[in-house]
């Protein structure tokens, strides 16, 4: 399903080489990903600690609750074909193609891919951008887009008429508990847009669940905040090593008109 980052063609797939009609090549690596990012030289994304602190955090099933809810969603559709656009390390790509009849993902992170794509053997991954998609227009039944930036034209493109993105983002008071920790003062997140050319809203949760967790600093590691925070904040987290911390999330479903 993938299409060539450099002049568009179709890639066939030919002995762990994906190659267009003018022979651009690009070859599949060991875990089974393919890397389509137009920057093929320059690592993005998520480096390694990043991938491996939110690997370490997301297996305690902290967002379990989440994944589940995506997973209603999604079946809930009824979609068939389905991109994860924004991946990461597949946390919901695995479970959510487990329910549909193709998925597809990308990330920016190949370090993030390499791992979901040796976890996850049905799903075609690709290093990509989401600004970027690697696949033709109107390929998509549905688009999941889980704490990336939103790339509504590009999301749009890639949907069938009548398809579904379902956007996650953090909740207004979304680790509200860290955030309380690592600054003086705290910013609630923004409330998420609630119209989008191109887009009919469909529905808008708020999902929210407080767990005791007991390694803050893979929580920290695994958010922007590790890298723009203060030192003593950080050192403080590092102090504190566990606490109650509320989980928000805002779910948007939009259906592409």
Same mark, same amino acid.
């Given at each position: 399903?993938?299409?060539?980052?450099?002049?568009?063609?179709?890639?066939?797939?030919?002995?762990?080489?994906?190659?267009?009609?003018?022979?651009?090549?690009?070859?599949?690596?060991?875990?089974?990903?393919?890397?389509?990012?137009?920057?093929?030289?320059?690592?993005?994304?998520?480096?390694?600690?990043?991938?491996?602190?939110?690997?370490?955090?997301?297996?305690?099933?902290?967002?379990?609750?989440?994944?589940?809810?995506?997973?209603?969603?999604?079946?809930?559709?009824?979609?068939?074909?389905?991109?994860?656009?924004?991946?990461?390390?597949?946390?919901?790509?695995?479970?959510?193609?487990?329910?549909?009849?193709?998925?597809?993902?990308?990330?920016?992170?190949?370090?993030?891919?390499?791992?979901?794509?040796?976890?996850?053997?049905?799903?075609?991954?690709?290093?990509?951008?989401?600004?970027?998609?690697?696949?033709?227009?109107?390929?998509?039944?549905?688009?999941?887009?889980?704490?990336?930036?939103?790339?509504?034209?590009?999301?749009?493109?890639?949907?069938?008429?009548?398809?579904?993105?379902?956007?996650?983002?953090?909740?207004?008071? =979304?680790?509200?508990? #860290?955030?309380? *920790? %690592?600054?003086? $003062?705290?910013?609630?997140?923004? &409330? !998420?847009?609630?119209?989008?050319?191109?887009?009919?809203?469909?529905?808008?949760?708020?999902?929210?669940?407080?767990? =005791?967790?007991?390694? #803050?600093?893979? *929580? %920290?590691?695994? $958010?922007?905040?590790?890298?723009? &925070? !203060?030192?003593?904040?950080?050192?403080?987290?590092?102090?504190?090593?566990?606490?109650?911390?509320?989980?928000?999330?805002?779910?948007?479903?939009?259906?592409?008109?």
């Amino acid at each position: 399903m993938f299409r060539c980052p450099i002049c568009g063609g179709k890639l066939l797939h030919q002995n762990r080489t994906f190659v267009c009609a003018n022979h651009h090549t690009f070859d599949q690596a060991k875990e089974g990903y393919v890397n389509l990012s137009r920057k093929q030289k320059k690592d993005q994304g998520d480096n390694k600690q990043m991938v491996r602190a939110r690997t370490a955090f997301l297996e305690k099933g902290y967002y379990d609750f989440l994944r589940q809810y995506l997973m209603s969603a999604v079946s809930d559709l009824s979609l068939n074909t389905v991109l994860d656009a924004g991946c990461g390390q597949g946390y919901y790509t695995g479970a959510i193609g487990s329910c549909v009849k193709t998925m597809a993902a990308v990330d920016l992170s190949k370090y993030a891919v390499a791992y979901a794509s040796r976890h996850d053997p049905h799903t075609s991954y690709a290093v990509a951008s989401i600004f970027a998609l690697p696949f033709y227009d109107g390929t998509f039944d549905g688009v999941l887009s889980t704490f990336v930036p939103p790339a509504p034209e590009e999301i749009h493109r890639v949907l069938k008429p009548g398809g579904y993105w379902i956007m996650t983002e953090p909740g207004p008071r =979304h680790c509200l508990e #860290l955030k309380q *920790l %690592l600054y003086e $003062t705290v910013i609630e997140n923004p &409330s !998420p847009a609630n119209q989008r050319d191109g887009y009919l809203l469909i529905r808008q949760e708020c999902i929210r669940q407080r767990e =005791h967790v007991e390694d #803050l600093m893979n *929580l %920290l590691d695994m $958010t922007p905040y590790r890298y723009k &925070s !203060p030192k003593a904040g950080i050192e403080r987290v590092r102090q504190q090593k566990e606490s109650d911390v509320t989980f928000e999330f805002m779910v948007s479903i939009w259906k592409k008109i």
